[in-house]
């Protein structure tokens, strides 16, 4: 998760550097920013791990795979994927394509997939897009949604890894206030690596309690407070 401003270049994805992002169509406009979650990255890790190595390396194809997912508009900008033949699955759901995840909302949408009957939904990735969702989770987390890769069990072109994703509730979340609490997110993913090393295949296993009951904490906003909260020139940045 970042802001969306002009950058060159970052230590920790591949592809944003001026030759590779030209021509690029961006969703919010430019390339992202990801120098405040980096710091928080930096800041909050639980592993740091060597350069070269293999659990380096699926962190960075892995935080390059986020942003690509979520910051390029056009499937054939993808550098990570073979947009062709890729497919998308969550907890064992039937797998989709690009295109599919696209009408779920795309985004956090994707991970949000739920049975729970609606009525016991506390966020419905059925009535959210792929802006509104957008907009819910980086005023959540202001200074983003850090990810680090905490084990890989295999690498390349089966790639198997347990992930850790965390931030700090600092802004609203659906009704409710911000609490400055810690709100963490553990799972499994299954990255298939084609011939030229590209993805073609991603299954991700977690649990979106983990993640939503974090958020649902808090005192509950009336509509005028929610707005004061939501018209924060530093939360209106983060996007």
Same mark, same amino acid.
């Given at each position: 998760?970042?802001?969306?401003?002009?950058?060159?270049?970052?230590?920790?994805?591949?592809?944003?550097?001026?030759?590779?992002?030209?021509?690029t169509?961006?969703?919010?406009?430019?390339?992202?920013?990801y120098?405040?979650?980096?710091?928080?990255?930096?800041?909050?890790?639980?592993?740091?791990?060597?350069?070269?190595?293999?659990?380096?390396?699926?962190?960075?194809?892995?935080?390059?795979?986020?942003?690509?997912?979520?910051?390029?508009?056009?499937f054939?900008?993808?550098?990570?994927?073979?947009?062709?033949?890729?497919?998308?699955?969550?907890?064992?759901?039937?797998?989709?394509? @690009?295109?599919?995840?696209?009408? /779920? +909302? *795309?985004?956090?949408?994707?991970?949000?997939?739920? &049975?729970?009957? $609606? !009525?016991?939904?506390?966020?419905?990735?059925?009535?959210?897009?792929a802006?509104?969702?957008?907009v819910?989770?980086?005023?959540?987390?202001?200074?983003?949604?850090?990810?680090?890769?905490?084990?890989?069990?295999?690498?390349?072109?089966?790639?198997?890894?347990?992930?850790?994703?965390?931030?700090?509730?600092?802004?609203?979340?659906?009704?409710?206030?911000?609490?400055?609490?810690?709100?963490?997110?553990?799972?499994?993913?299954?990255?298939?690596?084609?011939?030229?090393?590209?993805?073609?295949?991603?299954?991700?296993? @977690?649990?979106?309690?983990?993640? /939503? +009951? *974090?958020?649902?904490?808090?005192?509950?906003?009336? &509509?005028g407070n $929610? !707005?004061?909260?939501l018209?924060?020139?530093?939360?209106?940045?983060?996007?």
């Amino acid at each position: 998760m970042a802001s969306s401003s002009s950058v060159e270049g970052d230590k920790y994805r591949s592809y944003l550097y001026a030759e590779a992002v030209k021509n690029t169509k961006w969703r919010f406009g430019a390339p992202p920013n990801y120098d405040v979650v980096n710091k928080l990255f930096e800041e909050g890790r639980t592993k740091i791990w060597p350069p070269g190595s293999l659990e380096e390396k699926v962190q960075n194809i892995v935080k390059t795979w986020e942003m690509e997912m979520f910051h390029k508009s056009n499937f054939e900008d993808y550098k990570t994927v073979n947009p062709n033949n890729y497919t998308f699955s969550l907890n064992g759901r039937k797998a989709i394509t @690009l295109e599919e995840k696209r009408k /779920l +909302g *795309g985004g956090y949408n994707s991970f949000m997939q739920t &049975s729970l009957p $609606e !009525e016991f939904r506390c966020y419905n990735p059925a009535e959210e897009t792929a802006d509104s969702s957008h907009v819910a989770f980086t005023t959540a987390f202001p200074r983003g949604f850090a990810l680090e890769i905490v084990q890989v069990y295999s690498g390349p072109p089966q790639i198997i890894y347990k992930f850790r994703h965390w931030g700090y509730k600092e802004g609203p979340f659906k009704g409710h206030a911000p609490t400055g609490e810690l709100v963490e997110l553990f799972g499994i993913a299954i990255f298939q690596m084609d011939e030229e090393m590209k993805i073609v295949k991603v299954e991700f296993f @977690l649990d979106r309690g983990d993640l /939503l +009951g *974090g958020l649902m904490k808090g005192a509950r906003l009336d &509509s005028g407070n $929610e !707005e004061v909260a939501l018209s924060c020139p530093f939360l209106k940045n983060t996007g």
